[in-house]
Every structure is written in structure tokens, then in C-alpha cells.
């Protein structure tokens, strides 16, 4: 019987993996490759637990390759480097989000859009330039090629700083590509969980008039008087909507539910743009009207290269921006996962790998 490559290698690694569609986790033993020229290899200290996380465990999205390690908002401390690299040493603080290898070679690839790389090899569940399949921070160790780490500023707390690797991201880009990040501008953020909450913070710190648009009447006082947000409309709450109509430059859409797009059109000025983030899924339907009516744009946009990631970390230690979590123990993850099917977590679960992965071995 064949080896796997996975099983070659030297570096002994230990973690969680869900063996089969139920998405249930368990303790697993694997192995990592040795520290290459380029690579760093750092011991994981938390791991954020996201939304695709739970979608992949239990092949939500069809792809899904078992024994799976999830996990890519990882963060630690560095203990190794290559001879080649040049960035870290050890003892630095890092972390590694959602991507750890693209061609290099194509037009999204010296644009510094790696994420868009047809060749992208995502932290977890994609096979990698060795022939294993990666696995990610929900583990002991991690190793990855310098390209695709990032430094952690000094004044971030490790554990609420491991959100930003996705979530922190995924809501900066398009805030940027799309010019919604000037000081005076008017932004809405549809749904406030792990994704809506960051991008309230980054709003704020761009200096922008933030609204959040939910669903639920009873998040309105933690919006305000906790994220800072300067307005609040229930998105069922037709005459809510109706005095906000045409008063947004921008919304950055959170949610991955099935949701109506016309009442958040409504809600923009002419040349407004509604940026989706979210994955609902099943297809939402898109009215031609309003479109035309303002010459308003839909668009999307997925996560960041990793020239903007290190940007965006940056500028977060700069405004001392943070994901709001629960840190969980490792053996509570399938609770978590639970939980988060139930969208009950404020605003993200973060599992202390360094303290509570060795006592489950």
C-alpha cells in the first residue's frame, strides 16, 4: 500500500479533521513538510473559526476532500525559516489566512490578486505543489512559503487580530477597490456577525457615516453604542428604508442567506454600489430597473492579495481594530460549529490551539 505524501513527511504535526460529510471533528495525526528555502514555520497559538469552515466540513460546497483540517485565520509565532527567507526570523508574530500558493505567473498574479489566480491553493482541503492536500490552523504547527505570510502588527492581541486574516479582508478590499473608503462618505453594512462587525470598525476608521441594515431589531444598541455604527435599519421595516432611500454611496452586503437585492438598491444614491461578500446559496434575483434608473453597480469581490492582506493588518494595528471573539477551547469546536449554524457567537469563535490542542492528543 502506497504512502500518502501527507504521511512522508518529517515534521510530526496534531489537529482536528472531520472525516466525512457530518463535518463532526476529531483528534488526527498527520505530518507537514520539512521548513523549505522560502518557507516559514510557525507554531499556531488561535485559529478563527469562519462560516466556510462549517460549509466545508460538511461538503456544502461539493469539493470537499477528507481527513479535512480547516481553519485559515491562523496566527503564532514563528520558530523556523528557510535560508532564503528575508521577511521573518523567529519569535516574529505571523499568521496565514485563506491562500498558500498561486502560479505567480498570470495577469491576477503580478497584479498582486493571488486570490484570483486560477491556480490558487487555498490553506486547507487543495492539493498542494508537493501532491498533499493542505490542511489547515485547526492543528499544532504550520508551515508555508514566506509569499504567503503575514506580519502581525506588534499592539494587535494574537487572538482577536486571527479574524482579520478573512473576515478582516474580505470586507477591506472592496472597500478599497471600489472607492468606499473616503473620510465623509456614507456607508451601509447589511448583516452584523463575524464579517458586518469588521467592516463597521473599518468604516469608522476610514471616517465614513456607517448605517448597518439587519434583520434584527435587537442588535440596534450593540451596533451604536458598542461598534460604534451611526445609524440602524431593520431591513423589514418598510418605512425605515423608505426614509433611508437614495442616502448610501456604498453597501458592503455580509450575508450569505437567501435576501432581497431591491430594497438595498433603493437604499443607494445614483452611482451607488452594492458590494456582495456573502455567499447565499441559491441565486438572488437581480431587478434590471433600479439599476439602470441610477447607474448603480453590483458587484462582488473575494478576500485580498497578499500585498493588500499585510496592508490591511497594518492599518488595523494603526486604528487598533479588532474582531470582537469568544476564544473557545479545542475540544468545544463541534459545539462551536453548532453555534454558528445558529449565528449564536459574538461575532467569532477563535480556538486557543496553543493551550487546549496538546490536552486532546
Known amino acids: 500500500m502506497s504512502t500518502s505524501p501527507e504521511e512522508q ?19 488526527f495525526k498527520f505530518s507537514r513538510r520539512a521548513t523549505g528555502e522560502e518557507d516559514v514555520t510557525f507554531k499556531v497559538l488561535y485559529c478563527g473559526i469562519c462560516h466556510s469552515d462549517l460549509h466545508s ?39 496565514v489566512g485563506c491562500m498558500v500558493g498561486a502560479c505567480h505567473s498570470c495577469d491576477n498574479c503580478k497584479s498582486d490578486l493571488e486570490n484570483y489566480c486560477p491556480r490558487v491553493i487555498f490553506t486547507y482541503g487543495f492539493k498542494d505543489v508537493d501532491g498533499s492536500v493542505t490542511k489547515g490552523g485547526y492543528s499544532d504547527v504550520m508551515v508555508a512559503n514566506e509569499r504567503y505570510v503575514v ?25 478599497k477597490y471600489y ?36 434583520t434584527s431589531p435587537a442588535k440596534e444598541k450593540e451596533a451604536i ?14 418605512e425605515q428604508m423608505k426614509a433611508a432611500m437614495g442616502s448610501m454611496d456604498g453597501i458592503i452586503d455580509t450575508v450569505s442567506a437567501n435576501h432581497p437585492l431591491l430594497p438595498l438598491l433603493g437604499l443607494l444614491k445614483t452611482q451607488g454600489k452594492l458590494c456582495m461578500v456573502g455567499l447565499p446559496e441559491k441565486p438572488l434575483e437581480l431587478p ?26 497594518d492599518f488595523a494595528g494603526k486604528h487598533n481594530i479588532t ?7 479545542m475540544d468545544y469546536v463541534n459545539t ?26
Open 9 to 27: 513527511f518529517p515534521q510530526k504535526a496534531f489537529g482536528w479533521a472531520a472525516n466525512d460529510t457530518s463535518g463532526q471533528l476529531s483528534p
Open 151 to 175: 506580519r502581525i502588527p506588534e499592539n494587535l492581541p494574537l487572538d482577536a487580530a486571527a479574524p482579520l486574516l478573512c473576515a478582516g479582508i474580505t470586507v477591506y478590499s472592496p472597500m
Open 179 to 214: 472607492g468606499l473608503c473616503e473620510p465623509g462618505m456614507h456607508i451601509g453594512v447589511v448583516g452584523l456577525g463575524g464579517l458586518g462587525h469588521v467592516a463597521v470598525k473599518f468604516g469608522k476608521a476610514f471616517g465614513m457615516k456607517v448605517t448597518v441594515i439587519s
Open 57 to 95: 466540513i460538511k461538503n456544502e460546497w461539493g469539493n470537499a476532500v477528507y481527513p479535512m483540517v480547516p481553519g485559515h485565520e491562523i496566527v503564532g509565532i514563528v520558530t523556523e525559516v528557510g535560508n532564503k527567507v528575508t521577511k521573518y526570523k523567529v519569535g516574529d508574530k505571523v499568521g
Open 225 to 238: 453604542e458598542h461598534l460604534g455604527a451611526d445609524s440602524f435599519l431593520v431591513s423589514r421595516n418598510p
Open 288 to 313: 434590471a430597473f433600479p439599476l439602470l434608473g441610477g447607474r448603480k453597480m453590483v458587484a462582488g469581490s473575494m478576500i485580498g492579495g497578499m500585498k493588500e492582506t499585510q496592508e490591511m493588518i
Open 323 to 329: 474582531a470582537d471573539i469568544e476564544v473557545v477551547p
Open 336 to 361: 462551536a460549529m453548532e453555534r454558528l449554524a445558529k449565528a449564536d457567537v459574538r461575532y467569532r469563535f477563535v480556538l486557543d490551539i496553543a493551550n487546549t490542542l496538546p490536552k486532546t492528543a
